[in-house]
């Protein structure tokens, strides 16, 4: 099994910056793709940007351009660094590992965009 935990949220200003980090531990062999989804009230779940394990990128056109998303694998660490927030990036981000066809998820972090 995958154990992820995530960190990283809070409460910034419109077009402030957040960075958000998942920790991986157990086994991550063979972890094929992780990712970054969010929720917010009303709103169905959208996920937000995915990386796989050769390290190629994808995202949501609503984040394109603002958000960034990486690994480091030595750390088994995986980070969402978000620049140029808005109101409606405000959600609960949960992050995802993929292994195999199981997929593992973290407890959520809470991103507040609001002046």
């Known amino acids: 099994q995958v154990q992820l935990v995530e960190s990283g949220g809070g409460l910034v200003q419109p077009g402030g910056s957040l960075r958000l980090s998942c920790a991986a531990s157990g086994s991550r062999f063979s972890i094929n793709a992780m990712g970054w989804y969010r929720q917010s009230p009303g709103k169905q779940r959208e996920l937000v940007a995915t990386?796989?394990?050769?390290?190629?990128?994808n995202y949501a056109d609503s984040v394109k351009g603002r958000f960034t998303i990486s690994r480091d694998n030595a750390k088994s660490t995986m980070y969402l660094q978000m620049d140029s927030l808005k109101p409606e990036d405000t959600a609960v981000y949960f992050c995802y590992a993929k292994q195999s066809i199981l997929y593992y998820w973290g407890q959520g972090t809470q991103v507040t965009v609001s002046s």
């Open positions: 990386i796989t394990s050769d390290g190629s990128t």
